[in-house]
């Protein structure tokens, strides 16, 4: 659930910080407090494009954050994936826009893409408003909210999605057959001559490299035997010299064996190591006068070598920088070549592969089709149930199927329907002009939902527009029975939703030095019957106004006593 919001240099809000609780939570004001501001840029922390336009004072950044608590494995899965750490399912969504319009989002401190956010948005919150009912007008989309009723659809559509990329991969190699046939000698000759200038070539695994060190000493042969005869003389000496490296240590060794006769236990070791050092330094100095006389310039060799190594360099700008680059290139050719070879043999394959994918396809997608019907019975009965309490004359919600081609979602055309008096015919949802009816029905529908829902939070905006009296008794009811299986955020006018709150919130606009700024109180008890009082009778409270804000207060809190186990 959400429980900390912070809003900074925002529209009217110089700086608000405010904690949520469980339950219902409303937040009440005049028009024009800044409500919808507050809304809005919990919208822009989410993900929600914004510019350098929302800043109260153009020099300043401003900021929202969000600090939930979810610890859903779907939740903890998705930020692992991003190496984001979330101790005790605590998680902050941070944005800030500079001055100059840029944004910076960031999860738990690191940055992500609004992409991300969006992502995980989508698994802690839900925002409703009385002008964003695309999910309910959009029909494209009632196979997705019947979905989230039914849990056991979700591993057969991950399968089945799956499945159809597989099939598309099918079907793409197949087109490509198909227009490969065209070309197919083409082709042929083209994949033979590849093959044939690979192979011919003999290009042998670390032959590279041998080469380019084979190349060097031809290359520095007389520098390599310079330098070696040289550092031969140093330790061996010659005719012109009269002492080496050698005759100097053998000369040592000979002083500390003559003191080792006076003092055995001290010098006997530097002895030992002398003489082995010695052996060390003859064995180098042949070694190094072998590798002298041996090396010879052979310009013929050079030149094989350098040959060779042009033909691996042409291999290597045609098939690959490395070696099993170009093998691994040589094996698809050669593969695809026995393939094109046999190109009927090998669509009539692609095409058995793909009627049994298809087949497998359907399996899953009837599957879901039965368990969508199955359940679309009961769902049918249980929002006409809901809707019967909020004040629609005889009501009845339907779920109409009717059948599609296979898609990754089955092969199921979704509708929502509805008849909201009695003597109307069913009708889509999205022919229902009254956006209050269309915000009870989806109040209907997260009713019903609301077991089974995983989303924590519940943001409802200003839904309550155009009802009153009883039917704003049941809309508030609603609220308070969704708010036992989540928390619930609503932004109301109406006192009949505010007196079940859980939580009370008052926004207000004030003015501050010469400024009009938004500010958020959490309300005491008293100062909530006095905000009912305010509901209910505008600007001027009178003593019976607010003893029927008490009332009011009171019996919301019979009403959620005895209904804190019942059923919507």
């Known amino acids: 659930m959400l429980v900390h919001l912070r809003v900074q240099n925002i529209a009217l809000i110089d700086e608000v910080a405010i904690d949520l609780g469980e339950g219902l939570n409303v937040l009440s004001g005049e028009t024009g407090a ?23 004072d153009a020099a300043r950044p401003a900021a929202v954050e969000l600090l939930f608590v979810d610890e859903k494995p779907a939740v903890q899965e998705m930020l692992a994936e991003w190496g984001i750490e979330a101790a005790g399912g605590e998680i902050i969504i941070a944005r800030r826009f500079t001055p100059s319009g840029r944004s910076i989002c960031q999860i738990n401190q690191q940055l992500v893409t609004t992409a991300q956010v969006k992502k995980l948005a ?48 099918l079907q793409d190699e197949w087109e490509r057959y198909e227009q490969n046939g065209r070309d197919r000698e083409r082709l042929l000759s083209l994949m033979q001559y590849e093959l044939t200038e690979i192979e011919e070539a003999a290009w042998q695994e670390g032959e590279e490299e041998a080469l380019q060190e084979e190349r060097k000493k031809l290359l520095y042969s007389e520098k390599l035997s310079e330098s070696c005869l040289g550092a031969y003389t140093d330790l061996h000496g010659q005719q012109l010299r009269e002492r080496s490296v050698i005759d100097s240590l053998e000369d040592a060794l000979q002083k500390i064996q003559d003191a080792a006769r006076y003092d055995d236990a001290f010098f006997s070791p530097y002895v030992s190591t002398l003489q082995e050092q010695a052996e060390v330094l003859r064995d180098v100095a042949a070694s190094l006068r072998g590798y002298a006389e041996a090396l010879e310039a052979d310009p013929e060799r050079l030149t094989a070598v350098q040959e060779r190594l042009d033909v691996i360099a042409h291999l290597k700008s045609k098939y690959g920088q490395t070696w099993q680059q170009v093998r691994a290139y040589y094996e698809k050719t050669k593969a695809e070549r026995d393939k094109l070879e046999h190109i009927s043999e090998t669509m009539q394959a692609l095409e058995a592969e793909m009627a049994r994918q298809k087949q497998s396809m359907q399996v899953l997608a009837d599957q879901m089709t039965k368990l969508r019907l199955d359940a679309a019975k009961k769902i049918e009965k249980d929002i006409t149930a809901v809707l019967e309490t909020l004040q629609f004359d005889q009501p009845i919600f339907k779920i109409t199927r009717t059948e599609k081609p296979l898609s990754p979602k089955g092969c199921d055309q979704i509708v929502f329907q509805i008849r909201t008096n009695v003597g109307e015919a069913m009708r889509p949802l999205h022919q229902i002009a009254s956006g ?6 989806m109040l209907s529908i997260k009713t019903v939902l609301a077991r089974q829902d995983e989303i924590g939070t519940l943001i409802f905006d200003e839904i309550d527009t155009g009802i009153s009296g009883r039917t704003a008794q049941s809309v508030a009811e609603k609220m308070s029975l969704i708010a036992q299986f989540h928390q619930v955020i609503c932004v109301s006018h109406l006192p009949q939703i505010a007196a079940m709150a859980d939580t009370h919130l008052r926004i207000e606009k004030t003015v501050v030095q010469d400024h009009t700024i938004t500010q958020i109180q959490l309300l005491t008890e008293k100062e909530q019957e006095e905000e009912l009082a305010r509901m209910l009778g505008g600007a001027s409270i009178t003593p019976a106004v607010l003893q029927n804000a008490k009332e009011m207060k009171a019996l919301a809190k019979d009403w959620k006593a005895s209904h804190i186990s019942g059923q919507a």
């Open 122 to 169: 989508a698994q802690l919150i839900d925002i409703h408003g009385q002008h964003e009912h695309q999910s309910l007008l959009d029909s494209s989309r009632h196979i997705d909210l019947l979905d989230r009723f039914i849990p056991e659809v979700d591993p057969l559509a991950k399968r089945l999605t799956h499945a159809w990329e597989e099939h598309r991969k």
């Open 34 to 56: 800044g409500k919808s501001i507050l809304l809005g840029a919990i919208n822009l922390a989410l993900g929600a494009r914004g510019s350098k336009s929302l800043l109260r």
């Open 436 to 441: 209050g009816e269309m915000s009870r029905v």
